[in-house]
């Protein structure tokens, strides 16, 4: 055989064994998934966000507190959330508490930018005033499931899975702070 014939064989075969070790790694699970038996190849990456029972403690956390709506399109507070980054603390109030089931969530930071976390492109997207604050609101062009609107030196988000009519969302906004 010659050198061009042999270099190719053993090409091909080192392939093959990338190939046959690639399919044997097991992945890590989803984050929303609990993780049920991990074996020392798995890895999982941690929730950063950390669930506090009062808005005093995520005040201890991330330097300051937000205030919201009790219920938000007929769903009702179930969660605060802290992020507590040094560099973008974010504090969260969720609503809705069945998994996969609409939900809702409003995110306040002292960081100057984007804190909802949707990188969805929308067909609508809207100027809304509230009060003298501008929001940028997005969706569909009949309900909307983001807004986004700076106030008093901090950054704020709304998210409505399900989407909510302009109205709702110029209530919800104004009751943000």
Not at 25 to 50: K, R, T
Not at 68 to 90: F, K, S
Not at 131 to 141: F, Q
């Amino acid at each position: 055989m010659n050198k061009i014939a042999i270099a190719s064989m053993s090409l091909t075969a080192a392939f093959a064994f990338s190939l046959a070790a690639c399919a044997e790694m097991h992945y890590a699970q989803p984050i929303s998934e609990p993780a049920a038996s991990q074996s020392a190849a798995e890895v999982q990456i941690p929730n950063p966000w950390q669930d506090v029972p009062s808005m005093q403690d995520a005040q201890n956390l991330a330097g300051f507190t937000l205030t919201g709506p009790e219920t938000l399109h007929e769903m009702n507070q179930c969660a605060i959330r802290v992020l507590p980054d040094a560099d973008m603390p974010i504090v969260e109030i969720r609503y809705g508490e069945d998994a996969g089931e609409a939900y809702a969530a409003i995110r306040k930071t002292t960081a100057n930018e984007d804190v909802s976390g949707v990188y969805t492109e929308y067909p609508a997207a809207k100027e809304v005033m509230v009060d003298t604050t501008t929001v940028s609101a997005k969706g569909n062009g009949e309900t909307y499931e983001t807004a986004d609107w700076s106030k008093g030196g901090c950054r704020y988000s709304l998210y409505v899975s399900s989407g909510i009519s302009e109205e709702e969302l110029v209530q919800a906004v104004a009751m943000v702070n």
